[in-house]
Nanobody, 115 residues
Framework: QVQLVESGGGLVQPGGSLRLSCAAS????????MGWYRQAPGSRRELVAA???????NYGDSAKGQFTISRDTAKNTVDLQMNSLKPEDTAVYYC?????????WGQGTQVTVSS
Protein backbone atom coordinates (compact mmCIF):
# COMPACT_ATOMS: atom_id res chain seq x y z
CA GLN A 1 0.00 0.00 0.00
CA VAL A 2 0.97 3.61 -0.49
CA GLN A 3 -0.20 6.80 1.13
CA LEU A 4 -0.99 9.84 -0.96
CA VAL A 5 -1.13 13.50 0.02
CA GLU A 6 -2.42 16.11 -2.42
CA SER A 7 -1.77 19.83 -2.42
CA GLY A 8 -2.27 22.85 -4.64
CA GLY A 9 -6.03 23.20 -4.98
CA GLY A 10 -7.90 26.43 -4.47
CA LEU A 11 -9.94 29.17 -6.09
CA VAL A 12 -8.91 30.49 -9.49
CA GLN A 13 -10.55 32.76 -12.05
CA PRO A 14 -11.59 31.44 -15.46
CA GLY A 15 -8.59 31.31 -17.77
CA GLY A 16 -6.20 30.92 -14.87
CA SER A 17 -3.83 28.10 -13.98
CA LEU A 18 -3.23 25.82 -11.03
CA ARG A 19 -0.69 23.14 -10.30
CA LEU A 20 -1.65 20.14 -8.19
CA SER A 21 0.94 17.95 -6.55
CA CYS A 22 0.64 14.45 -5.09
CA ALA A 23 3.30 12.98 -2.81
CA ALA A 24 3.47 9.22 -2.39
CA SER A 25 4.95 7.37 0.56
CA UNK A 26 5.08 3.78 1.72
CA UNK A 27 5.66 0.92 -0.71
CA UNK A 28 6.38 3.24 -3.63
CA UNK A 29 8.34 0.65 -5.59
CA UNK A 30 5.14 -1.35 -6.05
CA UNK A 31 3.36 1.46 -7.91
CA UNK A 32 2.37 0.62 -11.49
CA UNK A 33 0.72 3.93 -12.30
CA MET A 34 -0.33 7.19 -10.69
CA GLY A 35 -2.91 9.62 -11.83
CA TRP A 36 -5.47 12.30 -11.15
CA TYR A 37 -9.22 11.90 -11.15
CA ARG A 38 -11.92 14.42 -10.47
CA GLN A 39 -15.48 14.39 -9.25
CA ALA A 40 -17.93 17.24 -9.56
CA PRO A 41 -21.14 17.34 -7.49
CA GLY A 42 -23.70 14.92 -8.88
CA SER A 43 -21.20 13.41 -11.31
CA ARG A 44 -19.13 10.26 -11.47
CA ARG A 45 -15.44 10.28 -10.73
CA GLU A 46 -13.55 10.56 -14.01
CA LEU A 47 -10.00 10.19 -15.18
CA VAL A 48 -8.11 13.41 -15.75
CA ALA A 49 -4.63 12.06 -16.45
CA ALA A 50 -2.41 9.14 -15.51
CA UNK A 51 1.22 8.15 -15.92
CA UNK A 52 2.68 4.67 -15.68
CA UNK A 53 5.93 3.66 -14.02
CA UNK A 54 7.36 3.46 -17.53
CA UNK A 55 6.38 7.06 -18.27
CA UNK A 56 3.41 6.44 -20.56
CA UNK A 57 0.79 9.16 -20.19
CA ASN A 58 -2.94 8.86 -20.65
CA TYR A 59 -5.38 11.77 -20.62
CA GLY A 60 -9.10 11.89 -20.21
CA ASP A 61 -11.06 13.64 -22.95
CA SER A 62 -11.65 16.69 -20.76
CA ALA A 63 -7.94 17.17 -20.11
CA LYS A 64 -6.42 16.83 -23.57
CA GLY A 65 -4.60 19.96 -24.62
CA GLN A 66 -5.37 21.70 -21.36
CA PHE A 67 -3.74 19.70 -18.57
CA THR A 68 -0.28 18.13 -18.32
CA ILE A 69 0.77 15.36 -15.99
CA SER A 70 4.38 14.93 -14.91
CA ARG A 71 6.30 13.01 -12.31
CA ASP A 72 9.45 13.42 -10.26
CA THR A 73 10.73 9.97 -9.42
CA ALA A 74 13.34 11.34 -7.02
CA LYS A 75 10.67 13.08 -4.94
CA ASN A 76 7.96 10.45 -5.50
CA THR A 77 5.55 13.10 -6.68
CA VAL A 78 3.13 13.43 -9.54
CA ASP A 79 1.98 16.87 -10.61
CA LEU A 80 -0.93 18.09 -12.69
CA GLN A 81 -0.50 21.41 -14.45
CA MET A 82 -3.90 22.85 -15.29
CA ASN A 83 -4.14 25.76 -17.73
CA SER A 84 -6.99 27.74 -19.24
CA LEU A 85 -9.29 26.63 -16.47
CA LYS A 86 -13.03 26.83 -17.00
CA PRO A 87 -15.90 26.80 -14.50
CA GLU A 88 -16.72 23.25 -15.58
CA ASP A 89 -13.31 22.17 -14.28
CA THR A 90 -14.60 22.81 -10.77
CA ALA A 91 -14.41 19.55 -8.83
CA VAL A 92 -12.62 17.66 -6.11
CA TYR A 93 -9.41 16.30 -7.58
CA TYR A 94 -8.11 12.98 -6.26
CA CYS A 95 -4.68 11.46 -6.58
CA UNK A 96 -4.59 7.74 -7.32
CA UNK A 97 -1.90 5.07 -7.19
CA UNK A 98 -2.32 1.53 -8.50
CA UNK A 99 -0.29 -1.55 -7.70
CA UNK A 100 -0.85 -5.23 -8.33
CA UNK A 101 -3.00 -5.67 -5.24
CA UNK A 102 -4.19 -2.21 -4.35
CA UNK A 103 -5.78 0.96 -5.60
CA UNK A 104 -5.04 3.87 -3.27
CA TRP A 105 -6.66 7.31 -3.14
CA GLY A 106 -5.70 10.61 -1.61
CA GLN A 107 -8.12 12.66 0.46
CA GLY A 108 -8.90 15.00 -2.45
CA THR A 109 -8.30 18.68 -3.04
CA GLN A 110 -10.95 21.17 -4.08
CA VAL A 111 -10.49 23.16 -7.28
CA THR A 112 -12.98 25.96 -7.85
CA VAL A 113 -12.97 28.02 -11.03
CA SER A 114 -15.08 31.10 -10.61
CA SER A 115 -14.97 34.84 -11.12
Amino acid sequence: QVQLVESGGGLVQPGGSLRLSCAASGNIFSIHAMGWYRQAPGSRRELVAAITSGGTKNYGDSAKGQFTISRDTAKNTVDLQMNSLKPEDTAVYYCNARGTFYNSWGQGTQVTVSS
